[in-house]
């Protein structure tokens, strides 16, 4: 089994969409963004930020994608890092104060919901739409989250399309979890199944968000599970 997995796909699509000059760097680099937002958000060297620190600043950035609010990011944190957040609303002003293009589509976004948007739609014009009664929250929260996740499928769906007309006679894409492919081949087609999916899944991002490095890491192994 070959697996290709994107790196870090929703938070490339946040900064693409956003214009985040910050982020977009950080992965022109080829830097790690969570360490990044926790160095910048307390103050401190990269080098010098604790396994914990990045994992609340994992936890904040993962909160915009998913368009959590404070409350919503620290829940988030402890539940899925076992990290508390001392005040959470603290944290994310912070990340808003590094990241302003971030900060001003957030804030389009609440205006949006405000205003009762019924639809919002991915970067190639697919639609979501939202009843007109939905509260506030989920209609700020759908409107952030949806052309991220929503761009993630449509770049994801573009590369299964050309993994598939590329692929070796008797190599099989069996698969796909979240943002991972998985080919079944035989073990002489290894190198060539990896190099089809690298190319083809950059390919499929970098036509969709040309704005934003993509990365996709790739692994092999007899048995998915030991991969």
Same mark, same amino acid.
């Given at each position: 089994?070959?697996?290709?997995? %994107?790196?870090?796909? *929703? ?8 214009? !985040? ?8 680099? !080829?830097? !790690?963004p969570h360490r990044q937002t926790a160095a910048s958000s307390l103050n401190k060297a990269p080098e010098d930020v604790t396994d914990e620190e990045r994992n609340m600043a994992k936890a904040i950035n993962f909160g915009i994608v ?36 971030? /900060? !001003?589509? %957030? ?13 919002? &739609? ?43 007309? &590329? ?26 199944? &990896? ?15 040309? *704005?934003?490095?993509?990365?996709? *890491?790739?692994? /092999?192994?007899? %048995?998915?599970?030991?991969?």
């Amino acid at each position: 089994f070959i697996c290709a997995d %994107y790196a870090q796909h *929703e938070l490339r699509i946040l900064a693409a969409i956003t214009g !985040d000059k910050a982020m977009l760097d950080t992965f022109a680099a !080829d830097g !790690d963004p969570h360490r990044q937002t926790a160095a910048s958000s307390l103050n401190k060297a990269p080098e010098d930020v604790t396994d914990e620190e990045r994992n609340m600043a994992k936890a904040i950035n993962f909160g915009i994608v998913y368009g959590q609010t404070p409350i919503g990011m620290a829940e988030f944190a402890l539940n899925k890092f076992n990290v508390t957040i001392d005040d959470p609303g603290q944290k994310l002003e912070a990340f808003f104060q590094n990241h302003p293009e971030i /900060s !001003d589509w %957030y804030n389009r976004c609440k205006q949006e919901a405000r205003t009762g948007s019924t639809e919002t &739609r991915t970067r190639i014009g697919r639609r979501r739409l939202m009843p007109a009664d939905e509260e506030f929250s989920t209609r700020h929260r759908r409107l952030m989250n949806s052309p991220i996740q929503g761009g993630a499928a449509d770049a994801f769906k573009e590369a299964m399309i050309l993994v598939h007309h &590329r692929l070796p006679e008797g190599a099989k894409l069996v698969h796909c979890i979240h943002d991972e492919l998985i080919v079944e081949c035989a073990t002489a087609q290894a190198a060539i199944v &990896r190099n089809i999916l690298e190319t083809s899944m950059l390919e499929a991002m970098t036509k969709m968000f040309p *704005e934003v490095k993509a990365k996709v *890491e790739t692994t /092999s192994a007899e %048995y998915w599970g030991d991969k």
